[in-house]
């Protein structure tokens, strides 16, 4: 987030400023006009494409309606720019074939553009969160929530608002993960900013991989990059009885305790803030690092993407210096950077040998998300392929 930022504008001859609010670290616009319902979506597209952020002070449902109206327009180019992108994409077969790895760069810069085109509407919003336009939502506990307490009034995209409202939503309601020995669900809460579980496959995984050994002696666990303490909770109700949850980011922290508490689990697991592992060994060290091998253009990717396999190498590496004669590790892990090419099961397999690792086994799954299945997105090629694996390892004797 950019600190003590201020964004400005004119309203006639009067020149405003406020708190500029960006969780993604995007600085303040330069160029900021005010618009009111009369501005069409053309004119605010062009406006956004050419670099004019809009504050908006009309109607705070006619300001969603045009941004829904903005996304129509960039995922539905004109005529013209169809007919241009045809010519770029002859001549482009023409002189070279795309790798994987081309084809995922594309893919972030278009997703990069998108959000940049639509992160253009603004909404400004008082010091105790409310917004002073008409027909807008009570939004004052979601913007407690995700952003603490404001001191002054601020500007924030109505994009990422948006999503800090959707956010709240799903911490109010919470998200199943399992079901309890009575066949109730249990639920996570997750926070904004923090990782949501929505992809289940791995869950299975964790629920129904075998227990290694070494628990009956030592009923012992670390889980390395908590979030919102789903895999701790699971590893608790599958009656493992001491474990220590790590995590770097302080929303994961706060998200997996008040999870661990409202569940009744606090005797069971401890969270601590730390860079991969806690001291001492465990009988079973837990790991779903983030898949793609990528620099996160945002605080909000750095779940999704690790520079340079940066944690995956990090805890393959400390696993020998973490686990108890006979434990295990579990890293759970997607193929998707393979099939994308951005890296290779050879890397993968010399990294788990040069930490001195040895795979005792290796459970497979296939992907449930919407997405694996839409031949429409870009990626479709890599998603369609995609296998989720837990690998069971073993320090080598």
């Known amino acids: 987030m950019i600190q003590d930022a201020r964004i400005r504008w004119e309203e006639g001859d009067l020149a405003c400023s406020a708190f500029w609010h960006s969780e993604n670290g995007i600085a303040p616009h330069k160029k900021v006009v005010t618009a009111h319902d009369t501005l069409t979506a053309d004119d605010a597209y062009h406006l956004a494409c050419e670099g004019t952020a809009i504050l908006w002070k009309g109607d705070f449902q006619s300001a969603r309606q045009l941004l829904q109206a903005l996304v129509r327009r960039i995922d539905k180019p004109s005529k013209k720019s169809k007919r241009a992108g045809k010519r770029v994409d002859k001549l482009g077969e023409a002189t070279t074939q795309k790798t994987a790895k081309d084809i995922f760069n594309q893919y972030r810069l278009v997703k990069s553009q998108r959000a940049r085109i639509l992160g253009m509407l603004l909404i400004q919003c008082n010091a105790d969160h409310t917004i002073s336009l008409r027909r807008a939502p009570d939004i004052t506990q979601a913007c407690l929530e995700a952003y603490g307490v404001a001191n002054q009034s601020y500007v924030v ?42 992809r289940g496959e791995y869950i299975e995984l964790v629920c129904n991989a075998p227990l290694p050994k070494a628990l009956d002696t030592d009923s012992s666990a670390f889980d390395i990059g908590v979030g919102t303490g789903v895999l701790s909770i699971i590893l608790a109700m599958r009656g493992v009885e001491q ?32 860079n991969l592992f806690p001291s001492g060994r465990a009988a079973l060290v837990v790991c779903n690092p983030p898949w793609i091998p990528a620099r996160p253009s945002s605080t909000l990717e750095h779940a999704v993407y690790d520079p340079d396999s940066h944690m995956l190498k990090g805890f393959l590496d400390g696993l020998k210096d973490h686990l108890i004669p006979q434990g295990e590790a579990w890293l759970i892990l997607s193929d998707l950077a393979e099939h994308l090419g951005l890296r290779t099961r050879q890397e993968l397999l010399a990294w788990i040998e040069r930490a001195d690792l040895t795979v005792l086994a290796r459970i497979d799954t296939k992907p449930k998300h919407p997405k694996a299945g839409d031949e429409s997105d870009l990626l479709h090629f890599a998603r369609s392929a995609e296998i989720t694996s837990l690998w069971r390892l073993r320090v080598q004797h």
């Not at 993960?177 to 949501?196: N, R, T």
């Not at 302080?250 to 999870?259: I, K, M, S, Y």
């Open 157 to 198: 995209s109505l994009r990422e608002l948006l999503g800090v409202i959707s956010a709240y939503e799903w911490r109010k309601n919470g998200l199943p993960i399992l079901a309890d020995s009575d066949g109730e669900p249990v639920y996570v809460h997750p926070h904004y900013g923090v990782f949501s579980p929505v």
């Open 243 to 274: 474990i220590i949850a790590t995590d770097q980011d302080d929303r994961a922290l706060v998200c997996a305790q008040e999870n661990i508490t409202d569940l009744n689990l606090d005797s069971q697991i401890e969270i601590v803030k730390a």
